[in-house]
C-alpha cells in the first residue's frame, strides 16, 4: 500500500464534501390560534422610537394581519406592523396609538406597497420620534411625519397577531428573521443586513427571532 497516495486520495475526498451549514427554518401560522407571545421585559417596555423589521410571506392577504404587534392597554396597540389589502391592492401597514382611551392622544396608521401573494417580501417600519417609514424589499416606500410619543406599555410582544379582544388580526403564511430595535434604522442599514442573519450583538437590537432552532429563543442581548 501507497501510503502517501493513500492521504493524498482520502484529503481530496473531504476536500470535496459539501461543507455543513445550519438550516434556515421559519415560522409557519396556520391558525388564528397560532402565534407567539414573548413577554415583555424592560427593554421592550419603553421603546418611543423603533424599527420593526421581519420576511413575511403570505399566501393569500387579508383585510388586517399583524407580523409585530405589542398592545398599549386592553383595547388599543402602541406598535404593530402589519400586511392587508384593500381597494389599492395588498400593502404593508405601520400602527402607532398612545390613546388610553380619553380621546387625548393619537392614532395614526401608514400603508404603502404593492405586495404579491405567495412571494417573499422584507418588510421594515421605523419611527425616529417624526418621521414614520416603511421599507419594501429594502426600498423606501411610504414616509410621513408625525410627532408622538409612545407610552410605555408592560403589555407581550406578539408575533404573528395583534391579539385585540375582539379583533386578533391574525397573520395566516410564513414568517422569519423577526427583529426589533429601539432605534430607527437607516435606509442603508436595512438594505445591507435584511438577507443577513445577524449575531444578536448588534447596537439597539432588543428582540430577534429567527426560528432556525425551531424555536421562538430571542437571540438578542
Avoid: C
Wanted: aromatic share 8%; charged share 20%; proline share 4%.
Amino acid at each position: 500500500m501507497n501510503l502517501r497516495s493513500t492521504l493524498t486520495t482520502l484529503f481530496l475526498l473531504v476536500a470535496l464534501l459539501p461543507v455543513t451549514q445550519a438550516a434556515n427554518r421559519v415560522l409557519e401560522i396556520k391558525s388564528a390560534a397560532d402565534y407567539v407571545t414573548i413577554p415583555d421585559s424592560d427593554s421592550l417596555h419603553r421603546i418611543n422610537v423603533f424599527t420593526l423589521e421581519a420576511w413575511v410571506n403570505v399566501p393569500v392577504f387579508r383585510k388586517d394581519s399583524a407580523i409585530i404587534a405589542k398592545r398599549r392597554n386592553e383595547a388599543g396597540t402602541s406598535f404593530a406592523l402589519r400586511v392587508g389589502t384593500g381597494d389599492l391592492g395588498q400593502y404593508a401597514v405601520l400602527g402607532m396609538n398612545n390613546d388610553f382611551g380619553d380621546g387625548t392622544g393619537v392614532n395614526f396608521v401608514m400603508t404603502a406597497g404593492q405586495l404579491v401573494a405567495g412571494r417573499w417580501h422584507h418588510l421594515a417600519a421605523t419611527y425616529d420620534g417624526q418621521t414614520a417609514s416603511i421599507f419594501i424589499d429594502g426600498n423606501l416606500a411610504s414616509s410621513e411625519k408625525i410627532a408622538m410619543r409612545l407610552r410605555p406599555s408592560s403589555f407581550p410582544l406578539t408575533i404573528g397577531q395583534e391579539n385585540l379582544p375582539g379583533d386578533p388580526r391574525a397573520f395566516l403564511g410564513l414568517i422569519d428573521e423577526v427583529r426589533v430595535w429601539n432605534r430607527a434604522l437607516s435606509a442603508q442599514e436595512i438594505r445591507s443586513r435584511m438577507s443577513m442573519q445577524l449575531t444578536g450583538e448588534e447596537p439597539g437590537l432588543v428582540g430577534y427571532w429567527n426560528f432556525d432552532d425551531q424555536t421562538a429563543k430571542d437571540r438578542s442581548p
